[in-house]
């Protein structure tokens, strides 16, 4: 075997090339291109699954981050993508979308979750009468691959799905969370790896019954989201004592941050990676008439300390920002918080936010379409993983 890995055979080919040269040349191509090339020979295809290849593709990926838009139309979930533009200067500019394809979806099922290392999974299901089941979805848009985890065993009729990633033995996991819409506390906790043979859920302990109420973010092998401590009707009772929920995908252990929270976090916060650090916003959407962006800041997990930032709208906020509900989907790596529209509809726009300039960029999504008033999820730092789950 080693011997043909210093070439690529002159029989199955025409030419020779040398392997190292092969492999810098692939790792570079999109994720279609190498399903494509995979179909060349066996040999190819050979090459182009080894561990060691799809590594380096992915972190090659990782590097020339996309932006990845999806919306559930029909029962299926439709996924775009488009290169995530640098170096912004303009009022306005323009994106053009590639269509990776459909995904069918389970019934009850709704939501997804933020990419990890390419995948997605959907977030919350629910037990419908003639469905005695709950199977949650796996996601692979670039490689067009979908799996249906094997069934969440629970009495319960509803349940909550995250996705974290163990960076020390990279692996994805997805924790669900079993709940009761006449309770509406989380009881039953469980715990499923990707990539290993025989998946299964694995039940783990939670020591304080909590409701999860906001979408999930894995931070350095550190899944959080926020939750409700006392939710026992499905009647919302303000004010609320809400927690920051800690779970470490290595350990599968949870932790709570409840000190110096007092009122930051709200029913309808945001939680966004912030160079490495938990940031929490106070709202969930902006508009034209928003001035200000409120985030605290997990300056220390262990001291529960915590930093606020309020950063000042410029006046050209009012002019570009459009009338309808915008949604925060995270910050660049350059410092840059991303806005995007809650629902399609033509024109569809993002907003770039660079709080160092003070300046707002418009961007225009082309080739989403033809739909409207669809709920759409908007994605940055998505990466391309050509590995098969």
Not at 211 to 228: K, Q
Not at 288 to 299: A, G, I, P, Q, S
Not at 315 to 334: A, D, E, F, H
Request: charged residues 20%; proline residues 5%; contains cysteine.
């Amino acid at each position: 075997m080693r011997l043909r890995q210093k070439h690529v055979s002159q029989e199955e080919n025409g030419h020779t090339l040398p392997f190292d040269l092969f492999d810098e040349i692939f790792s570079r191509l999109s994720a279609k291109t190498i399903a494509r090339c995979r179909c060349v020979s066996k040999l190819w295809s050979s090459i182009l699954h080894r561990p060691d290849f799809t590594d380096r593709f992915l972190k090659i990926s990782s590097a020339r981050p996309q932006l990845l838009f999806t919306f559930k139309l029909n029962g299926k979930w439709l996924f775009f993508s488009s290169p995530q533009p640098q170096n912004l200067d303009e009022n306005s500019s323009l994106l053009a979308t590639n269509h990776h394809m459909c995904f069918r979806t389970r019934p009850g099922s709704c939501g997804i979750n933020v990419p990890i290392r390419g995948l997605l999974c959907t977030t919350s299901l629910w037990l419908k009468d003639r469905y005695n089941d709950f199977k949650a979805m796996v996601y692979n848009p670039s490689t067009g691959q979908t799996i249906t985890l094997p069934n969440l065993i629970t009495r319960r009729d509803e349940a909550r799905t995250y996705l974290g990633y163990d960076p020390i033995n990279k692996q994805v996991k997805v924790l669900c969370m079993s709940l009761c819409s006449r309770l509406w506390n989380a009881k039953d906790h469980q715990v499923l790896t990707l990539g290993v043979r025989n998946m299964s859920w694995r039940k783990i302990q939670c020591s304080l019954p909590h409701y999860p109420i906001s979408a999930g973010i894995c931070i350095n092998g550190v899944l959080y989201y926020i939750a409700d401590q006392n939710k026992t009707t499905p009647k919302p009772r303000f004010p609320k004592p809400y927690t920051v929920v800690c779970f470490d995908v290595l350990s599968e252990k949870f932790t709570f941050i409840n000190q110096g929270l007092d009122n930051k976090v709200k029913w309808s916060s945001t939680l966004i990676n912030y160079t490495g650090k938990l940031g929490v916003l106070r709202h969930d959407h902006f508009g034209r008439t928003t001035t200000n962006l409120e985030l605290w800041v997990l300056d220390d997990i262990e001291k529960h300390k915590w930093l606020i930032k309020i950063h000042v709208f410029p006046p050209l906020w009012r002019k570009l920002g459009p009338s309808t509900r915008l949604n925060i989907v995270g910050m660049t790596s350059n410092g840059e918080f991303v806005f995007s529209a809650a629902f399609l509809r033509d024109p569809f726009y993002i907003f770039y936010y660079n709080v160092e300039k003070n300046t707002i960029v418009r961007v225009e999504i082309q080739g989403i379409g033809p739909v409207s008033r669809q709920d759409i999820y908007t994605f940055i730092d998505h990466a391309e993983d050509i590995k098969r789950m």
